[in-house]
């Protein structure tokens, strides 16, 4: 079987290929649990992650690929409830990648370390034949107190679904640039940090945490529900999207539910704590946008996620299948 | 079929295109089809403007709505 | 909306009623806007062959990834095209494989590529209804003032009006039509009043967003049995559609049989460039020939509305699914199976 694009797009076909190559190869009961980051012992609980960006083009209107591999890796440590603190990261350079775009690149890696708070203790630098562009791979660390548990199994019926802010920001800016289309819609790649770090210090029990990245928000709480056994419904008319993005995806045929963030979040916590966990985070570094869109309701085997859509419908949400891709008819 | 949204002209070029405007989206889009001028509201599909929206129209519509009310 | 429509529409308890949309649009919208939960079981809301990618004949895609093959040669195409299989796997599977192809909003986006790479072939890939087709016109008029002669286009464009016909003779019983909104720009609401009468059917021109739709079923109901045509959009359509359009149409194609994927030629359903024009054709002609990648699939009888994607056996038994598709219908995100599977119809 070849490997396609759609193998990269977050959805479905990525899933498969993890659990059956990767997952299959490397068999063990930590990896299997799938979540964001794995908690392991150690000298205190370590939190262990690693990714790999290959995004393109290497700068996107507000960011570039290392400000995105630090927030992507420093995310994921902390969706599990971690306080990150080291990273690592190897270079993959294809021949005739410039050096002064690598300066910029390294330079936004070091500026938004220093936002989430770690430090880059390790890397590596490799040089195969291409055509000038470049590949990093990351490994976070970070450590979780002990008695922490945060996961896809601890959300319950009756917790309030949280999303720190508005939808498909970070694919929508990638795309206006491959598909020509001008605007001024900026990737929200961004450490989530602060809103975390409000949330743990707040005294709320945090169940689940996950960021939005590729699939967009309905594949990440379509994968949460699964692996939480649990249904969640979620009203249309509560969903933060700018504006500018919503008719983006109009002209592309695309619908912001599939679209991916780097720098938003979903939370769940319980109902009587939902207000105030919206107002920490909407006073949070990139969390103004907050809102409560829906609630887990109930106990169910595989998982479900419904949309109550704006004229009163039901929509069946899925994981995104396929790769997205803009449409005209 | 078929993807069109509804955008602002906010340039007529002289080439047969116009720059047309979506909530802060601008494209460049095929004007052959229909007479466009600054400020028109109009259909564009696959980067062509299909045609001018027409505002009265969309009002009359409003009263179609209240004569299906009254089916 | 007034409440009174959504609670007689909820509430329906007369006899069946079949609806049917010929556009993927349409298709879309209902599912996007959860219309099927608005309505009560008595009201069936058919898919038609509205997807203008699901009904390209196998052959067509075959000769695209071909082309995609020559050295000096890059199809360029809207992103509805690129997953959709042909006889032996898709345009996406042979970009996998050194295929050129690049994907675009807009012709005119083809137009730059093209003018900046003089020394390559450029093939289109012109697939739509009457909506795109003037697109593919003005597309035309552009390579022509700038004397560009690295352009070819291989057409698989399609007409509603014959289908529409052809649905009403030899589909599914039908008692009224969600007729195609923005296929409607161009051709006018009027050119579905021949259908109308021809059949006493009712036809309801509609827009995209949920309330224009529920409206549309609403009216349709209400006018069971009448030959009229109601024009629901008339922002965007007009009786007469856009007169300019059809006329650059006029210039540059001429009307041709054509086969649907699964449904077989209908005669004088496709447009193909005029002889004057061909050296900007790419040998769209003949390209009818249509094998299913799957001995099994269905998705001609669903495209055609006579069976529903739960009657047909790869659908129901998982073999499959939009991961895995094995025809037109589940690839396309307007496909009907596309859109029943992700509704969790298929469980």
């Known amino acids: 079987m070849k490997i396609t694009m759609e193998h990269g797009s977050g959805g479905l076909a990525t899933g498969r290929l993890i659990s059956e190559i990767f997952e299959k190869s490397f068999a063990n009961p930590v990896l299997s649990e799938m979540e964001d980051s794995a908690v392991v012992p150690g000298s205190g609980r370590l939190a262990l992650t690693t990714d790999s960006f290959v995004v393109d083009p290497l700068e996107y209107p507000g960011g570039n690929i290392g400000r995105l591999c630090v927030c992507g890796t420093v995310n994921d440590l902390l969706m599990r409830g971690a306080s990150p603190r080291y990273l690592t990261c190897g270079f993959i350079l294809q021949e005739g990648a410039d050096t002064e775009q690598l300066i910029r690149i390294t330079t936004s890696m070091a500026e938004t370390a220093s936002e989430a708070g770690v430090t880059i203790v390790a890397g590596d630098t490799k040089v195969v034949q291409g055509s000038g562009g470049l590949f990093i791979n990351t490994a976070g660390v970070g450590f979780v107190p002990e008695g922490r548990e945060i996961s896809s199994t601890e959300c319950a019926p009756g917790d309030a679904i949280i999303v720190s802010g508005t939808l498909g920001e970070h694919h929508a800016a990638i795309l206006s640039s491959r598909m020509k289309i001008e605007n001024s819609i900026s990737s929200d790649n961004a450490p989530l940090t602060d809103i975390v770090g409000s949330l743990m210090d707040s005294g709320i029990s945090v169940h689940t945490m996950r960021d939005v990245t590729r699939g967009g928000l309905a594949t990440v709480l379509r994968e949460l529900a699964a692996a939480g056994g649990v249904s969640m419904e979620i009203e249309q008319k509560d969903l933060p999207v700018d504006r500018q993005v919503e008719s983006f995806c109009g002209l592309l045929g695309l619908d912001p539910l599939y679209m991916g963030n780097e720098g938003k979040m979903v939370a769940m916590v319980s109902a009587a704590d939902s207000d105030r966990a919206v107002e920490i985070i909407r006073n949070s570094r990139y969390g103004e946008n907050a809102r409560i869109i829906g609630h887990v309701t109930e106990r169910s085997e595989g998982g479900k996620l419904t949309m109550l859509t704006r004229i009163g419908g039901r929509r069946i949400l899925e994981i995104l299948q396929g790769e997205g891709l803009p449409r005209i008819c | 079929m078929c993807v069109a949204i509804p955008g602002r002209v906010i340039k007529v070029n002289d080439d047969a295109t116009a720059v047309v405007d979506f909530d802060g989206n601008t494209v460049t889009a095929m004007s052959g089809l229909t007479t466009v001028r600054p400020d028109d509201y109009v259909l564009v599909h696959a980067g062509c403007i299909i045609q001018v929206m027409n505002k009265k129209e969309a009002l009359e519509l409003k009263d179609l709505f209240s004569e299906l009310e009254d089916m | ?347």
């Open chain 3, 1 to 347: 909306m007034d409440a009174d429509i959504r609670t007689f529409l909820k509430e329906y308890d007369g006899p069946d009623v079949n609806i049917m949309e010929v556009c993927g649009s349409h298709t879309a919208a209902i599912a996007r806007e959860g219309i099927r939960s608005m309505v009560s079981d008595k009201i069936h809301l058919i898919a038609g062959p509205g997807c203008p990618v699901c009904v390209t004949a196998s052959a067509y895609i075959d000769r695209l990834i071909e082309l995609s093959y020559i050295d000096d040669t890059t199809v360029v195409t809207f992103g509805d095209m690129i997953r959709i299989p042909g006889s032996r796997g898709s345009l996406r599977d042979a970009a996998g494989r050194g295929a050129h192809m690049a994907m675009v909003y807009s012709p005119l986006d083809m137009i730059e590529m093209a003018a900046e790479s003089p020394e390559r072939e450029f093939v289109f890939a012109a697939v739509g209804f009457e909506t795109t087709a003037p697109a593919y016109a003005l597309l035309l008029e552009q390579l022509m003032a700038k004397k560009m002669t690295n352009v070819r286009l291989l057409t698989a464009v399609k007409l509603m009006t014959p289908v529409i016909d052809w649905l009403c003779r030899k589909g599914p019983r039908i008692d009224g039509f969600i007729a195609p909104g923005h296929v409607s720009v161009i051709t006018g609401s009027d050119a579905f009043v021949p259908a109308a009468e021809k059949f006493s059917l009712p036809f309801a021109v509609a827009g995209f967003e949920g309330e224009d739709i529920l409206s549309a079923i609403y009216w349709l109901l209400k006018s069971k049995g009448k030959g009229r045509v109601v024009n629901l959009y008339p922002e965007a359509v007009k009786p007469e559609g856009n007169v300019i359009a059809r006329e650059k149409l006029e210039k540059f194609f001429e009307a041709g049989n054509a086969a649907w994927r699964g449904m077989g030629t209908i005669d004088g359903s496709g447009l193909y460039l005029r002889e004057e024009f061909s050296g900007f054709d790419a040998g769209s002609r003949g390209l009818d020939r249509d094998s299913k990648y799957n001995e099994a699939c269905m998705c001609g009888k669903i495209l055609a509305g006579r069976a529903e994607p739960a009657d047909c056996p790869l659908f129901k038994g998982g073999k499959c699914t939009p991961q895995d598709p094995q025809g037109a219908c589940m690839v396309s995100f307007e496909g009907n199976c596309y859109q029943s599977y992700i509704n969790g119809e298929q469980r």
